[in-house]
């Protein structure tokens, strides 16, 4: 049995729903962070790696990098968020 493909959201889909995107602790690893998304009614929706989303869209000095993290996890948004 293969994996299924994962389907993402629309940029103006995933907007529609997210209302916020959070920096917390781990809990299962305290030394880890993650980003976690909430939909309007204020529940999660999914999680992404703190350190591994900071690799990829890799903020420099000045610029902004919650924008920048926030268009990156807005692309990446799997279309399973709207049955939440």
Known sequence: MGEEEIKFLSVAEASDIVAAISEEEDLEDPNRRIL??????????????YDEVMRDVKP?????????????????IPDWALDI
């Open 36 to 49: 976690t998304v909430y939909n309007k009614s204020d529940k999660e929706i999914c999680w992404f790696d």
């Open 60 to 76: 420099g000095k000045g610029d902004d990098a919650k924008e920048m993290v926030t268009e990156y996890i807005l692309q990446r």
